[in-house]
């Protein structure tokens, strides 16, 4: 195909950056090319990303469907990560790019773009110009897309013919559903069957002349391909009658919320919690309203709340009206992408059973029980192994359900999330101590070594909880575990056994580790007075995301780093240093570092502006006065 998508300039990347952008992408796609729900996705997260118009560093931090794309588009590529972070039209431009490679090999199927173009039709805006020429220009690259699949398909020769399907067209007017013919059901239900009866002949496999049969079946039984039907009435018509949702999932049940891109599915699946589960939302709303003395109508206020919800989760207004056929192309995406993501769950009749002895069933409990500490023990590998890596953004939310779960050693690495603190997780030693005390107690040996070393718990009960770990995390730690012998190097460096902490530390870092860069570079800095090296441990953490590690070259540059020389040849002091180390505690700020935001006060002239907007940006990143973090009192370091 040689459909172009050129919406965006080019110029919002260098000649090398674009090369380096289109190898990263055609990687991603060869990785994931017979993977269609990831295919889906990585579509749906270009096209918000070329479309959103708020501020783009606040959707950056907000959506994590973005920093999933950028993360996954630009690799280990710093450089080109970084500019797209700091760029929306870079950012704009790599979205394009996506979506120009997946047409060019072919990928986007025809349900796809159907979907898409629905999404976007439903969310062009009557304000914003701009964005409004980017809703144009690809709702044209998606028809063209789809008009160019129809012409390739034609002129491939098929030797055979989906009989049941050409059946089922020829004698789709005289199928029933409950008892009554098609032609005489309205609008929504006849694509309720439309959908279904194609879904399971097909068997969710179809080629793009097989849906084209669909608008001869649909003209048959009477409903107009080219008529139109209003998003949330078709919703609406389909969640409040039982059969006709039963028809439509196949017997099946919605289990969770779908992704924000099935539309029809995220609305019927909300009204449905509005009745059961969240209720008491409209409990709420409702008793207010008669509490005021306004009539309320219960119907009206779930429809207004799955609109509101819709409207803000997928950015869709369900008062629009779609064409019937697209509808049904959407359904179909739907449902496919549904069934691909394990979205459903088979209404399983309970069977009747022999009542086993009590061997057995304590036999059974026992097997469940080794097959269910087996699957957690897997996903805290791959938890871990991502920590390990500094994906917090991913790994910290599963440890967290690893935690909830009962794998006590995910307590050991939220212990060190919370108590050193990194971009969405600020220092917070008491959730950390938490986390430490509850793995301990749950006998883990790095959680309680790190408890023991961290916790204001008396003499007596550290010397014994450290005798009791002390020798297991040592063990661990020999035998090649990385988070033990990391967990030995901070407990070291805690206790200020500096050559200890450099033998474990250097020993994780050698093994590929980079969470110790802060403490390796305050250990060349304070102990061993090398602070060229030390700087480029930190240089190296903030490469890594560990961004506290601005907070410490600030230090660093506050105390006359690279200064020296121009001291001595004008014998006063240079304001370089000075302004290098603010330009460090403000990027620190900019994570999120609340230590960074109250040097930025503490450098700031006295009762200024300047000083009272820093102290209020520490203070909302949760700087208490006095506060102290594990780094915050160096002359510890110079004794």
Known sequence: ?????????????????????????????????????????????????????????????????????????????????????????????????????????????????????????????????????????????????RSDMIQLENRVARLEQN??????????????????????????????????????????????SDLLLLKTAMSTIDISPRGNIRYYDFI?????????????????????????????LLGIKKLELLDTDEAYIVDTVENSLQSA???????????????NYVAQEAQVNLDTE???????MEMLFNLRSAEDSGLFLEEVVPEVQEVEPAEQIEENAKAAEQEAA???????????????????????????????????????????????????????????????????????????????????????????????????????????????????????????????????????EKAGGVLAYEMLGLMKQYVEKQEKTALTYYKTAVMNKIYHAYVLMGTLYRAGYNDRDIAAKLGTKSYLCFNKARDCYKKASNYNQSEGSYEMAQTSMLGSEEYDKWCAIAKKQGYKEGMKSWTSDIKEFNK
């Open 374 to 508: 087996e699957k957690l023990a897997e996903e805290g590998k791959a938890a871990e192994e991502e920590f390990l890596k500094a994906n917090f953004e991913d790994s910290v939310p599963q440890l967290e359900d690893l935690s909830e779960k009962g794998y006590a050693r995910a307590n050991g690495m939220l212990f060190w999330a919370y108590y050193f603190g990194y971009e969405d997780y600020p220092s917070d030693p008491q959730k950390a101590l938490e986390y430490a005390k509850k793995g301990s107690d749950a006998a883990d040996p790095i959680c309680g070594l790190l408890y023991a070393t961290y916790s204001d718990i008396s003499q007596d009960e550290k010397l014994e909880l450290l005798r009791k770990v002390r020798k297991q995390v040592s063990k661990m730690a020999d035998a090649n575990d990385s988070f033990a012998t990391l967990a030995l190097g901070v407990c070291y460096f805690q206790a200020r056994q500096y050559d200890e902490a450099q033998k474990a530390l250097g020993s994780y």
């Open 293 to 307: 003395g306004v009539a309320a109508d219960r119907h009206k206020l779930e429809n207004n709340l799955v609109q």
């Open 163 to 208: 009989v049941n399907l050409l059946n089922w067209q020829n004698s789709v007017e005289y199928q029933m559903l409950d008892g009554v013919e098609y032609v005489d059901l309205d609008d929504a239900s006849k694509i309720v069957c439309m959908v279904r009866d194609f879904y399971d002949i097909t068997g969710g496999e179809w080629r793009t």
């Open 322 to 328: 779609v064409n019937n056929y697209d509808l049904t």
């Open 1 to 145: 195909m040689s459909t172009e998508l050129t919406v965006i300039p080019s110029s919002a990347l260098t000649e090398q950056e674009q090369a380096d952008l289109n190898a990263s992408i055609d990687s991603i796609i060869a990785a994931h090319k017979n993977n269609r729900q990831e295919i889906n996705r990585l579509v749906f997260e270009s096209v918000s990303a070329m479309t959103d118009s708020e501020g783009y560093e606040q959707q950056l931090s907000s959506r994590r469907g973005l920093r999933r794309l950028w993360g996954a588009i630009t690799g280990s590529n710093k450089r080109l990560q970084d500019k797209i972070n700091s760029s929306r039209a870079a950012a704009q431009f790599a979205a394009q790019t996506t979506l120009q490679r997946l047409s060019e090999q072919n990928l986007l199927t025809f349900d796809l773009i159907t979907a898409v173009n629905n999404k976007l039709n439903a969310s062009m805006t009557a304000v914003e110009g701009e964005i409004n020429q980017i809703y144009a220009a690809l709702i044209q690259f998606f028809k063209q897309n």
């Open 236 to 264: 609406d018509r389909v969640a409040g009658d039982e059969k006709l949702l039963t028809k439509l999932l196949g017997g099946k049940h919605i289990q969770r919320l779908p992704e924000t891109y099935l539309v029809p």
